[in-house]
DNA sequence: GATCTGTATTTTGTATACAATTATTATATT
DNA sequence: AATATAATAATTGTATACAAAATACAGATC
């Protein structure tokens, strides 16, 4: 091994990657609105790429929920309806509550640490920007999801909270008292310390149910 | 609104599809077995087409987590372990809990109609095949599944049971016992029938942990 | 005037060609 | 003989070209 210059490092992202990037944040940005469509030709000019990676980046999107596909037809910006949002809550109040369990019964001190960290971590952002403010939510959250020892239920939940994503902002605008938030983020810590398997399911399913009813308020059919 | 003749039909499969399938096939077949490399070049020669539709298969393959992808080096088969197994499983046995809830709550007598028929599907299919079997468990749980309303939750489930997949008939092929796996989905059912949450949970829960007893014998790590 | 049909245009699907990276082999050096 | 290095081959990433399908529009027919 020689000089081992980190030529790369930060550098050179596959062209997927960076087109994905783009359209992604377009998408959340809702600079491409909902139903708008995408053509490949369109988007590789404009980001001097080929159609290739554009394709491959409109996939993943795809996966991701951001996007529908249409055969022979092309994709367009996926159109969320309350429906899908309602229903991706539902089974996060599910999942949050196996992932609480698993926690409570699997969670190692360092994992303890971390969850600590990351609630302290959410309480010091109140005040701060709303994105900070978010981003300090899904540390919090990940804390527990990656704490269950399960791996695939870490990366469904992340998908779940991938497709809420669009929405996560206008949601937590709408939130008054974020210490109510961070305080149920503080139950839901002690309740896995305690290993306290039955109250740690019953706060983060409150947590969540709250979610749902803000959204009910928010999204109105 | 003209004849609507069903020209299309079973006719012309993207290209993608027809590798995706053929890809599909011979892994869930161990013909392609577990670790092995996926070269574009390869597969595209055997198959006849270019490597751009196989490119699309491998990543849809890699979606459903049938196939990992590494960059810059290409797709080998998923190399599928005895704790991703079990993952998945404990994630069904939540979700599976879910469905039933809420399927206790929105069925309607139509799709009341339609599980009873799955469930006599499946008792009648003992003795038969096991591929049959296997079929008439997925139309059983299936109709669970669309029953609860939940499109999300659907898409969910059929991917983690398509996960399973490889070892699912493995796993068929341990089971002494089908008329007690039938009983199973009668009480299912019956609790289904009854509006009984509490009923169904346990009882669907139990028949997915009766799996995870399986497996933990069948697969010893 | 409305509808059908044929043509032109746009757009996706597929194939191929080229570039960049990684793996492999052979050679040289110690 | 073992290791390092250089040359070569294999393989993925990206670009471009061509084919097939879908869409839009214009003109013809009733």
Redesign the interface.
Known sequence: MTGEFEIDGSGFL?LREVVYDALRKAILKEKLKPGERLMENTIALKLGVSRTPV??AI?MLA?EGLVVLI?RRGAQVAQISRQ?LL??L??RE??D??AVV?CCQRITPEQEELLDEAERAFRDSIGKSIAEIAEKDIVFHDAIYTASG????VQ?LNNLREQMYRFRLEYLKQIRDFDEVADEHGKITAAIHAKDIQAAVSCIREHIEKQIETIGRTLPE
Request: proline content about 10%; cysteine-free; hydrophobic content about 35%.
């Open positions: 596959p394709r491959e996939r996966d055969p899908e229903d991706v539902e089974i599910s999942l509550g196996l698993l399960n791996r695939k239920l469904i």
